[in-house]
């Protein structure tokens, strides 16, 4: 009688699931900043706009760069088969995109 009934558990649980939501999806998505995105849900999340913001956050993945150094090299390899790039420079950025 002074325990948790099972109709308190039903609104407890997804409350608590809603409100750690940004931790949620930061941790299955691997963003790089889930560190940062939990601390952020932790302790400004009870406040609307601090746990709108770890959501937007954690939802927004950063860019990944899927252009492939040999892409740039081609690319490099045309401009200066075009005159817009010289040899030297070609040469610098081909060693600067290889390592």
């Not at 409100?19 to 949620?24: F, G, Q, V």
């Not at 009870?46 to 150094?69: D, E, H, M, R, Y």
């Amino acid at each position: 009688m002074g325990g948790i009934s099972v109709w308190q558990l039903f609104i407890v649980i997804p409350i608590l699931v809603c409100y750690l939501l940004p931790t949620i999806i930061a941790l299955k998505n691997g963003h790089k900043n889930k560190l940062l995105i939990i601390i952020l849900n932790f302790t400004a999340g009870w406040t609307v706009i601090g746990w709108i913001i770890a959501l937007v956050w954690a939802i927004k993945l950063p860019k990944i760069n899927n252009v492939s150094s040999a892409d740039e090299i081609k690319k490099l390899h045309d401009l200066k088969e075009k005159g817009i790039i010289s040899e030297s420079d070609f040469n610098r950025k081909k060693m600067d995109l290889i390592g």
